[in-house]
């Protein structure tokens, strides 16, 4: 409050009109003139506005005033649209409404703090990105009877390809073994056994999404692409298999030549048992292949982006309800400042009283001033433009310059000679946008 008592005095005692008009003596007038007449020797026409003043005039007389006086102005309207919000605020003694206006500030605080927090954390955009994945989530699921997301179990998946790799380990090793060196044969096994789970884990993840990899809203292109991994995973099988099931072919053909028996056309009982053997095997290799594609199956959900838009959802959810508590926090302490405030009314009351009565009077002693600053800015701006009309005038009929058009109408001198060209009150006034607050 002292602050603004000090400021208001500062503004009372000061004298703009006086400090823009320091360097306004007759030859600073009298240089302007010579400047518009050697303009005008040149173009025998002499520029002003609508009013008949020339740029250098009006800068001179009414810009510099409108410069620091307009400084003034604008200090005085800061001053008192500050000083009458705290005399609104202050003016009624009865504590209930006083209370209800500093509630009101709270609510505007919350709001501007509100605000404030919402553009510093993005929290529209975190919102949006919040209530758009729920939905889309919402959506799938409800696309899906209700049934959520696959729970991710990596540890059964991992002993799912573990159970397939001991297995392929024990059908195919042997033969890769008894053919090839054991590093060859190892790492044979490994490709066979990596090969078959990769066919079983996408033909599984196809057999569960089928519905969705091609629905009709599908492009024909992603269609095209998921045709085409398709096929090369189950070539993949398809080479894998014919690899193992040549290779233990091979080995039972060289077992039955060591162990001398002699093939015979028509029926032969070691051909039998030989392609017996082989379709064990083969029916072993695909047993191992069907259980990877049950596995996979059971570890997909019927859309290829459900578990996404799950991860999105949650994602969002987790910041967006770290940006809200925030946010919530920020509100509650604001709210517990304002309480404080408001615990401290009732006692604060009666110095204000005083202080409003302070500051009434000053602002009526500011209300004088701007008067008299208004008054005199008009009579300097109108001295000032008498001089140099009058000087312009002499100096055109003392250089016989009677040719010359001045201003929009083209005047002649003695027309332009009768022009009022003074300014009152209101001009400096609505120059300054200086009204009544």
């Known amino acids: 409050m002292e602050e603004l008592k000090l400021s208001i005095e500062k503004l009372i005692n000061e004298s703009p009109v006086d400090e823009a008009t320091r360097h306004h003596d007759k030859s600073h007038i009298s240089h302007l003139v010579d400047e518009d007449i050697n303009e005008v020797s040149v173009s025998r026409i002499l520029h002003t506005d609508k009013y008949y003043r020339t740029h250098r005039i009006e800068e001179a007389a009414i810009g510099s005033i409108k410069d620091r006086l307009g400084r003034w102005a604008n200090m005085r309207n800061d001053i008192v649209l500050k000083a009458k919000g705290i005399i609104g605020k202050q003016s009624n003694s009865e504590l209930d409404i006083k209370r209800r206006k500093l509630t009101e500030e709270m609510e505007d605080a919350k709001s501007k703090a509100k605000d404030s927090y919402m553009r510093n954390n993005n929290y529209a955009d975190l919102k949006a990105n919040y209530e758009g994945t729920k939905r889309r989530y919402e959506d799938m699921r409800a696309e899906l009877g209700g049934k959520p997301p696959v729970a991710s179990r990596i540890w059964l998946y991992v002993i799912g390809i573990s159970l397939i790799g001991f297995i392929e380990w024990f059908v195919n090793y042997s033969t890769f073994s008894a053919k090839y060196p054991p590093g060859i044969a190892f790492g044979a096994t490994v490709l066979i056994a990596l090969s078959i789970a990769l066919a079983s884990h996408f033909h599984g993840g196809l057999l569960k999404q089928r519905l969705s990899l091609f629905a009709k809203h599908r492009k024909k292109e992603e269609k095209r692409q998921i045709i085409i991994k398709q096929s090369f995973f189950s070539l993949l099988l398809i080479i894998s298999l014919i690899i193992v099931t040549y290779n233990r072919y091979d080995i039972l053909v060289e077992n039955f030549i060591e162990s001398g028996s002699v093939a015979l056309a028509g029926i032969d009982d070691k051909s039998e048992s030989i392609i017996g053997v082989l379709t064990q095997f083969a029916l072993l290799n695909i047993l191992v292949w069907i259980v990877g594609v049950a596995i996979s199956y059971f570890t997909h959900d019927p859309r290829p982006d459900y578990q996404e838009a799950f991860k999105h959802y949650e994602n969002a959810k987790v910041k967006f309800h770290k940006a809200d508590r925030g946010l919530q926090e920020e509100i ?32 009526d002693r500011l209300a004088a001033k701007e008067a008299s600053l208004i008054n005199q800015a008009s009579t300097s701006i109108n001295n000032m433009l008498e001089k140099h009309h009058s000087m312009l005038i002499t100096e055109f009929n003392t250089r016989s310059m009677f040719d010359i058009k001045i201003g929009p109408d083209a005047l002649s001198v003695d027309e332009f000679k009768s022009k009022e060209i003074t300014v009152d009150s209101s001009f400096v006034r609505h120059t300054l946008s200086l009204e009544a607050i």
């Open 332 to 363: 509650e302490r604001i709210k517990e400042e304002f309480e404080e405030q408001l615990k401290k009314i009732t006692n604060s009351l009666a110095s204000h009283q005083t202080d409003i009565k302070d500051i009434s009077n000053l602002l």
